[in-house]
Each structure stands twice: as structure tokens, then as C-alpha cells.
């Protein structure tokens, strides 16, 4: 079975530029997670969805930071403009409906210059 | 304060030795706790959850003492394989927000 997918592995962006981060979970999965892990921090939790729903989304930094489910399959999150304190490393993770065990994906090291 | 707190380390220990992690959790809501493990520049992955009653798996035991809001993790007999961060989580009953400590470093040396 394959297992949480996340592209592109590395972004190096500008700041001020666009950057779209995708995350495809394991199929099936309604739960649907993103974090963040800035260098020498905890992971971070950004936001959870349920299906296409954001079930919570408070731990998005700002307005700069948009997450989509369409559909409930795939999800991105886009950062929009980029500051150099966005960089770090995405993690997507996903989980079966009622379960709190959570499956990570590989994650994408965004570096924002 | 943070939310989950751990110990970031490093610790060396040599193979074979027993090691044991702690940490701690100050949201009273939480729930659900686990033991993650993280190698370098990989993705988290679920190493045990954690009970109440305490819960083995081979050479890794979890306890969580809630009146204290305690959780530990000890490892026995470690391999070289077992050198990883270990990530405390908590998960609160609602939503299930996820909150991870900062990770606690063990390298084991041959």
C-alpha cells in the first residue's frame, strides 16, 4: 500500500514569490494534517481536515497560508507571499476515519531566501 | 511553558545499555499519547502509543502516569539501529490536535 506522498521534496523560493506544497494521503484516509517543523523547534501543528472540511485550522500562522481539500483526496497548501521565516519543512500526514494513529509523509524542505 | 516538554539530549549510550526518555505534558485534556520516531532528515513514524497500564513492544516500554501527567519511554538492550529522536505526542480529545515535544536524541555507540 502507498504511503503518504508529499511534492516537491525541496522548494527554494525568493521571498515574495508563490509556492504550492501537495500532499496525496494514503488512500482512504478522510483525516488529513499538515505541519511544520522550523529549524531547531517542535513540529508544528497548521491544520486538519476531514474529508474536503477543515475540521481545525489554528495553528496557520496567517492569511498568507492557504489549504485546500477539494474533493477530499489531495490537499495543498500554498504560501502566498512567501517570508523567510516560512522556511522549514511541511509535513503532510493522514489517518483513517476514528483513528489517532497518524502516518507521515516524507515531507517538503521549503527554503524561502 | 510548552505544551509537551522534553529533554533534547543528545544521549550516547553504548549498545546494550538501557536508556530511558520522559517527558512531560501540561495540557490536562489530552488524551491520547505516543512515541514517535524520527531519523535524520526522514519523516516522523509511529513508534508505540502509550497507556495507562503501560504497553511493551520487544525491547521498548511506554508507561503514562496521568496524576502527574508523565510519560516515559525505556528502551533495553539498544542497537546501533535504536540511535533516532524520539518525539513525545500528545493528542487532545477534540480535534485531535497533535502536539510534539522538541524530540530527545539518542546515539548508540558500538
Known amino acids: 500500500e502507498a504511503g503518504v506522498t508529499q511534492f516537491p521534496s525541496h522548494s527554494v523560493i525568493e521571498k515574495g514569490q508563490t509556492v504550492t506544497l501537495r500532499c496525496d494521503p494514503i488512500?482512504?484516509?478522510?483525516?488529513l494534517y499538515w505541519y511544520r517543523r522550523v529549524m531547531g523547534k517542535e513540529i508544528k501543528f497548521l491544520l486538519h481536515?476531514?474529508?474536503?472540511?477543515?475540521?481545525?485550522e489554528s495553528g496557520m500562522p496567517n492569511n498568507r497560508f492557504l489549504a485546500e481539500r477539494t474533493g477530499g483526496t489531495y490537499s495543498t497548501l500554498k504560501v502566498q507571499p512567501a517570508e523567510l521565516e516560512d522556511s522549514g519543512v511541511y509535513f503532510c500526514a493522514s489517518s483513517q476515519e476514528r483513528s489517532v494513529e497518524q502516518y507521515f509523509g516524507p515531507g517538503t524542505r521549503l527554503t524561502v531566501t | 511553558r510548552k505544551e509537551v516538554e522534553q529533554d533534547p539530549g543528545p544521549f550516547n549510550v553504548p549498545e546494550g545499555a538501557t536508556v530511558a526518555f520522559n517527558c512531560t505534558y501540561s495540557n490536562s485534556a489530552s488524551q491520547s499519547f505516543f512515541w514517535y520516531r524520527q531519523d535524520c532528515r526522514k519523516e516522523p513514524k509511529l513508534l508505540m502509543s502509550?497507556?495507562?497500564s503501560g504497553n511493551e513492544d520487544g525491547r521498548f516500554t511506554a508507561q503514562l502516569n496521568r496524576a502527574s501527567q508523565y510519560i516515559s519511554l525505556l528502551i533495553r538492550d539498544s542497537k546501533l539501529s535504536d540511535s533516532a529522536t524520539y518525539l513525545c505526542?500528545?493528542?487532545?480529545?477534540?480535534?485531535?490536535?497533535?502536539?510534539f515535544g522538541i524530540g530527545t536524541k539518542l546515539q548508540v555507540i558500538p
Open positions: 502509550v497507556y495507562s
Open positions: 481536515f476531514v474529508k474536503e472540511s477543515k475540521q481545525d
Open positions: 505526542v500528545a493528542l487532545d480529545g477534540g480535534y485531535q490536535k497533535v502536539t
Open positions: 488512500s482512504g484516509h478522510d483525516n
